[in-house]
């Protein structure tokens, strides 16, 4: 059943980036645009291109597009989180860094005596101590990396991207989750607060299966156009939200609603702790009439251009947009791997690091209760029951 409630207040409306639509679909790069004819072939063969500044970085850093030092060391399959803080010898690689650029392990034994040889070099450069050693090798050993029935898919290299989905949690998430798991991605979920309290075991799902899960805001309001209350409201709504959802944050994060945030907005959320995470990969994938194979070739353009934070929308918070994302999002992940770049999350600075995906082996989920909508823009019918327009 199909309802309208009434909002406490009405968010302003996709104003920003509906005004670059007709930008986006008129100066499509040649190269992208022969790609889209063909959504079976990988449309761009130049993803390792890199920008200057990841040129500089990665001559900074010995393990560019690694691990953070701010997270724990931990194996999977399955998932063993000893508990320890992941250690870093000085030069931009931590311990998981060293471990894991010896992959693929040959057999499980193989990966066992790297754990070993590894915590005893940082046990002796006084990284560890004799007891973290010991916890990290027998966490080592009662994983099955390695072993025969590791399916694992290499995640070890130079260059990644991040792959971020805003809106939800929506009535597509639960596809966006399955494709997720067959192809062993990590992603960023950005979430509505209010779509987070209509279906929190949705919002719990994507954190118990290896996610990051930040804020967007409660009812997706442009944050340059609300006052300061306004803007603390939104922020604490949702982090209670997800607090209700039992969402394990490492760190609090946020994405402003259309990337909207000018200097006093940012100044705000930064007086408020979060760390805010932007985006550069903007495939106009809200809008309803936008097809896979363009979603697909918007994409390898940018990512050809040297950006790698992806920013989608597995159902948007005004439109009927997402099926044409589903279609796409698995030609997406195999071009970007075929390329040979890596998937990565984010750290509290807003840097793209390493992760891996280890399935929770649990049911994926799908939505029970209606789905929040603001009023709908850009036409397309109606979104997918059940759902709700908020006005």
């Given at each position: 059943m199909t309802r309208t409630l009434k909002a406490r207040t009405r968010p302003g409306k996709r104003t920003l980036?509906?005004?670059?639509?007709?930008?986006?679909?008129?100066?499509?790069p040649a190269t992208a645009s022969a790609s889209a004819e063909n959504t079976t072939t990988?449309?761009?063969?130049?993803?390792?291109?890199?920008?200057a500044s990841q040129a500089a970085q990665v001559g900074a850093d010995a393990c560019p597009g690694g691990w953070s030092g701010e997270g724990t060391v931990?194996?999977?399959?399955?998932?063993?989180?000893?508990?320890?803080?992941?250690?870093?010898?000085?030069d931009g690689c931590t311990l998981l860094d060293v471990v894991w650029q010896e992959e693929p392990f040959a057999t499980h034994g193989a990966f066992v005596s790297t754990v070993g040889r590894v915590t005893r070099a940082f046990h002796a450069s006084d990284l560890l101590s004799a007891r973290e050693a010991g916890e990290i090798r027998a966490a080592a050993a009662r994983s099955r990396v390695g072993g025969p029935h590791d399916r694992s898919v290499q995640n070890t290299c130079a260059d990644r991207v991040a792959l971020t989905f805003d809106d939800g949690p929506s009535f597509y998430r639960g596809q966006t989750l399955a494709i997720l798991r067959d192809k062993q991605v990590t992603a960023t979920f950005f979430d509505?607060?209010?779509?987070?309290?209509?279906?929190?075991?949705?919002?719990?799902?994507?954190?118990?299966?290896?996610?990051?899960?930040?804020?967007?805001?409660?009812?997706?309001?442009?944050?340059?156009?609300?006052?300061?209350?306004?803007?603390?409201?939104?922020m604490n709504r949702t982090e209670e939200a997800l607090d209700r959802a039992g969402v394990e944050r490492p760190f609090a994060g946020m994405r402003p609603p259309f990337l909207a945030a000018n200097e006093q907005v940012r100044a705000e959320l930064t007086r408020l702790g979060f760390t805010?995470?932007?985006g550069d990969i903007d495939a106009s994938d809200w809008l309803p009439d936008r097809p896979?194979?363009?979603?697909?070739?918007?994409?390898?353009?940018?990512?050809?251009?040297?950006?790698?934070?992806?920013?989608?929308?597995?159902?948007?918070?005004?439109?009927?947009?997402?099926?044409?994302?589903?279609?796409a999002l698995p030609l997406i992940i195999h071009d970007i791997r075929a390329a040979g770049l890596c998937f990565g999350t984010f750290d509290s600075t807003g840097a793209i690091v390493a992760d891996r995906y280890v399935s929770s082996g649990?049911?994926?989920?799908?939505?029970?209760d209606a789905v929040p909508y603001l009023p709908l823009l850009f036409g397309g019918g109606l979104p997918p029951e059940p759902y709700v327009i908020v006005d």
């Open positions: 980036l509906a005004a670059l639509t007709a930008t986006a679909l008129t100066t499509l990988t449309p761009m063969t130049t993803y390792a291109q890199t920008s931990w194996f999977g399959p399955p998932r063993i989180d000893t508990g320890i803080r992941n250690p870093d010898r000085g509505v607060g209010m779509r987070v309290d209509a279906n929190p075991h949705l919002a719990a799902f994507e954190r118990q299966e290896g996610h990051l899960v930040l804020n967007h805001t409660y009812e997706h309001p442009n944050l340059n156009e609300v006052t300061v209350p306004r803007l603390r409201e939104e805010v995470v932007s896979a194979n363009q979603l697909r070739a918007d994409i390898a353009a940018g990512i050809a251009e040297g950006r790698r934070n992806i920013f989608l929308h597995d159902g948007p918070i005004d439109t009927v947009a997402g099926r044409e994302l589903m279609k649990e049911p994926i989920p799908t939505v029970v």
